[in-house]
């Protein structure tokens, strides 16, 4: 490694683009990876596929009884 460098004709942001999105990794605990691999394999579909279609459906039934709580009130 140099001790060195010179940047005065680089470009900022030449390798940057701007629309990219950063995707976050999650980790699974071992019991629930299993169980989502088995649905996935049985499926014949990617485990991502299988975490979100989860987690759709219990935002749907989060945001249903939020809605249910608000119009008692």
């Known amino acids: 490694m140099k001790k060195q460098y010179d940047f005065s004709t680089?470009?900022?942001g030449k390798f940057s683009n701007?629309?990219?999105?950063?995707n976050l990794p999650i980790y699974l605990e071992p019991e629930v990876a299993l169980f989502i691999k088995g649905i996935a394999e049985k499926n014949n579909m990617d485990m991502?596929?299988?975490?979100?279609s989860l987690l759709r459906i219990?935002?749907?039934l989060v945001?249903?009884?939020k809605n249910k709580n608000e119009a008692s009130a």
Do not use: A, L, Q
């Not at 701007?18 to 950063?22: A, G, L, R």
């Open 10 to 12: 680089g470009e900022r």
């Open 63 to 65: 945001d249903s009884m």
């Open 48 to 52: 991502s596929n299988i975490v979100n």
């Open 18 to 22: 701007p629309s990219t999105e950063f």
């Open 58 to 60: 219990n935002k749907e």
